[in-house]
């Protein structure tokens, strides 16, 4: 597992793209510079790994591509030490992200293959999660909650109750919500009961499932 001066270039022109594409946050920037994309891809595809682009990865999955990681983590606004809950945990490479960020990641996914080999990965590259779950997003991590923040990293159908239920007064919940296109929506809650919601543009993630348990 190596990272070279070439990843090391090849990295610093993704930020250069991807900052292009109109990510200002310095602290986000500074994570897609530091995160070694290509150690979480299969070496044949290491062209690949720092184009601005969404890849194929093990059980029909994909890593997603940087310029959403960059976009949907500076909706997040992690501070460091936030207690942040992700949902599709994947390959990692969020997860990896909202590490270098200082946040306390709770992250679930819901494909045992990719948890399997996720959660042995992560800890190799000295990304350490507060805990890796294997199970279903769409009922949150009640016994963790409330979070500063909660990214969902899959194409919602629609925005499922318990995870706005599980956000801190002031906290934030970033969802692509969509089938085949999704919006990107900011959910910031303000009371009890009371949420502001911004759409974002859109964007296209593999869909967020069901449990079929
Ligand atoms: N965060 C990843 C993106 C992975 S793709 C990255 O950084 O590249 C989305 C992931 O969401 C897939 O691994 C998929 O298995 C998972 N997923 C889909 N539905 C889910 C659900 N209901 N609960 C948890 N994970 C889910």
Excluded: W
């Excluded at 090391?8 to 897609?32: C, P, S």
Aim: hydrophobic content about 40%; overall charge positive; charged content about 25%.
């Amino acid at each position: 597992m190596k990272d070279t001066f070439k990843h090391k270039g090849l990295r610093q022109q993704l930020v250069n793209v991807v900052k292009a594409k109109g990510i200002v946050d310095e602290a986000v920037l500074k994570a897609i510079g530091k995160v070694p994309r290509h150690l979480f891809m299969d070496s044949s595809f290491l062209d690949h790994a720092y184009q601005d682009k969404a890849f194929p990865i093990a059980a029909d999955q994909t890593i997603s591509q940087p310029y959403t990681v960059a976009f949907q983590t500076e909706l997040l606004q992690v501070n460091n030490g936030d207690k942040i809950l992700e949902i599709g945990t994947g390959c990692g490479y969020q997860t990896a992200v909202l590490c270098e960020l200082g946040a306390k990641v709770y992250s679930i996914e819901r494909q045992n293959e990719l948890f399997k080999i996720t959660s042995k990965f992560l800890p190799k590259l000295g990304y350490r999660a507060k805990k890796l779950i294997f199970g279903d997003g769409y009922k949150g991590l009640p016994e963790e909650a409330p979070f500063d923040g909660i990214i969902v990293t899959a194409g919602a159908p629609f925005v499922p109750k318990p995870l706005l239920g599980q956000l801190k007064i002031g906290g934030r919940l970033v969802i692509p919500v969509g089938n085949d296109v999704q919006v990107m929506n900011l959910f910031i809650r303000k009371g009890a009961k009371e949420f502001e919601q911004h759409e974002l543009g859109e964007f296209r993630f593999v869909p967020m499932l069901e449990d079929k348990n």
